[in-house]
């Protein structure tokens, strides 16, 4: 329910590092609560607020590593990104932001360029 109001104004992504914890906002409420796996030990996972400056549905490739991230979101043009991938249960990518993959097809579908990204150490609540 809370999906069908969503729109480019109000929904947002929060990705909550400490936690693991992946939300989709609309209007401040959680659409989606989703595990992530952020950067493991020695890499890191940028902390801030970004917009999605490029979408892939499929077929994107890591430059860097040669494994495909499905459903990328790429965050105010850096290397990192949100996508679909592998979630252990624990800190283990390289620095982007991986979600189950019917998370990451619900989050894209629901999302659009300019959508807002915030990645915190520690989120505290909508």
Not at 38 to 47: I, L, Q
Not at 52 to 60: A, I, N, P, S
Not at 72 to 88: D, F, K, N
Request: proline content about 6%; some cysteine; aromatic content about 10%.
């Amino acid at each position: 329910m809370v999906l069908s109001q969503s729109t480019r104004s109000n929904t947002r992504v929060v990705i909550d590092i400490a936690d693991q914890r992946g939300y989709l906002l609309v209007d401040g409420k959680i659409a989606v609560d989703t595990p992530v796996s952020t950067a493991r030990p020695g890499k890191w996972t940028p902390r801030g607020s970004f917009n999605m400056t490029q979408r892939v549905r499929t077929g994107k490739i890591s430059t860097i590593y040669g494994v495909e991230m499905p459903y990328w979101m790429r965050l105010s043009g850096s290397a990192y990104g949100v996508h679909a991938g592998h979630l252990p249960g624990y800190p283990a990518s390289a620095g982007c932001i991986r979600l189950p993959a019917e998370s990451a097809r619900v989050i894209f579908d629901n999302t659009t360029y300019g959508t807002r990204v915030n990645v915190y150490s520690s989120w505290g609540g909508a």
